[in-house]
């Protein structure tokens, strides 16, 4: 394998950039590059585990998915794409690159879809961040923390986690992963918390001034300039905080030998839109409210990408027949529409939003409500499942980056102005 990688990095090297090849060199290079894919994925399937425990130490050391990514570059050459390979391509616009993030896709595919790895994995990114752990003594004194893409603020119990990327209507991208992580280890780790809320903030953009807007998705801009990461975004968004909303933070205490996460209920409240990775954020959620001119829409097939684990939770929220039409003909669901509640629990006029979501935040301080919900949530969605899905989303998701439509599509998008048409 170690000689197979070796021998496509060395034909890529004399080849020229891929904009610049004839059909004839892209043809070569994928060849190369597809049977050296192919032994990857072979050894992966049968040494995962002999992989993964000589990176951690039989399972002792906790590395996150960039740690694995880079150990395994070094322990195991030509497994992994090494670090200075995607230093080479930082600022290249996706279709400008080699691709070798599906590469990262199998490695993770493998290590995930193996029993002992893929759960210990699971567990470490279920950890608070580093980042996390540095800020919390100022959280936990001052109750505030600007994040800069994420306002966070501790009000009589509730973390409010306000979504402030105003410049792009809350288009999802690497730093926003890594401030909402970050926000919800805070809400978490906080013994002042009791229950967490996610809005979106005040926007400036000219059709939305003064207004509310919960979520556009995923920053196709950022995408097309090479700036959304297979690790840093894709991955770590569903392994991170996006599973620690639904299972909470996994923590070293021998006082919580009665549990090994600290989980608390959360709830959305939803303004204007929730679009493709917005929408996916709600079905984790306790309790979702809107107001009745917002909608909800999940354009995964047209993007051309996988939306998260929309596709593995979806269908138990509205039956497998409306997950398809959502999905795969990008069915939008207005808000006041009798489809939506199967997704939101509460629909309110605009002016009276602010009152209810109030409300239900003071119904979810109840005290049994927290051992309650890590019953439905462990009885809805086992974690052995989720493993299994999230496998074969890392290496899926991974070629759908690279893939000719969507590269065709986020350049087309990146060359318009104003806001997506979704």
């Not at 004399?14 to 990857?40: M, Y």
């Not at 990327?165 to 280890?185: P, S």
């Not at 998701?397 to 087309?412: C, F, G, H, N, T």
């Amino acid at each position: 394998m170690a000689r197979a990688a070796a021998h496509t990095d060395d034909l890529l090297a004399v080849l020229p950039a891929p904009e610049h090849r004839s059909i004839a060199q892209h043809i070569a290079a994928t060849a190369a590059k597809d049977g050296t894919r192919a032994l990857r994925r072979a050894f992966l399937a049968r040494h995962a585990d002999a992989v993964y425990d000589e990176l951690t130490a039989c399972r002792t050391r906790a590395l996150r998915l960039a740690e694995l990514s880079r150990a395994a570059a070094s322990a195991f050459p030509g497994l992994v794409p090494g670090p200075e390979q995607f230093v080479l391509e930082r600022g290249r616009p996706q279709a400008h690159k080699e691709g070798h993030e599906i590469d990262q896709g199998i490695f993770f595919a493998g290590i995930l879809g193996a029993e002992q790895s893929g759960r210990h994995l699971l567990d470490v990114l279920l950890r608070p961040t580093p980042r996390a752990l540095a800020l919390l003594p100022e959280f936990t004194a001052t109750g505030l923390i600007e994040l800069g893409s994420v306002r966070l603020e501790r009000v009589a119990g509730t973390a409010r986690l306000t979504l402030c990327r105003d410049d792009c209507l809350n288009a999802e991208d690497n730093r926003q992963v890594d401030d909402m992580e970050t926000a919800v280890d805070l809400a978490l780790l906080d013994p002042a918390v009791r229950v967490g809320l996610v809005r979106g903030g005040v926007m400036t953009h000219p059709r939305y001034r003064g207004r509310r807007v919960f979520s556009a998705g995923i920053n196709l801009k950022a995408l097309n300039a090479g700036d959304i990461s297979l690790v840093d975004f894709l991955l770590r968004r569903e392994l991170g905080y996006i599973h620690k909303l639904l299972r909470g933070i996994r923590v070293e205490d021998d006082a919580a030998w009665h549990s090994p996460t600290i989980d608390k209920p959360w709830v959305a409240a939803v303004d204007t839109f929730a679009i493709g990775g917005g929408m996916q954020l709600l079905l984790v959620f306790d309790h979702v409210l809107a107001a009745s001119d917002a909608y909800l829409s999940l354009p995964a097939a047209r993007e051309g990408i996988i939306p998260g684990a929309a596709n593995f939770r979806l269908t138990r929220h509205v039956g497998p027949r409306m997950a398809r039409q959502i999905i795969l003909e990008g069915r939008r669901i207005p808000a006041q529409g009798p489809e939506a509640r199967l997704l939101v629990d509460e629909v309110h006029d605009p002016e009276r939003l602010d009152r209810a979501v109030e409300d239900c935040l003071d119904r979810l301080k109840q005290p049994a409500v927290g051992a309650n919900r890590r019953m439905l949530n462990l009885a809805e969605e086992s974690p052995d499942r989720f493993r299994h899905y999230m496998a074969e989303f890392a290496l899926q998701q991974a070629l759908r980056m690279y893939s000719a439509d969507v590269l065709d599509k986020v350049d087309r998008f990146s060359a318009r102005q104003g806001v997506p048409s979704r």
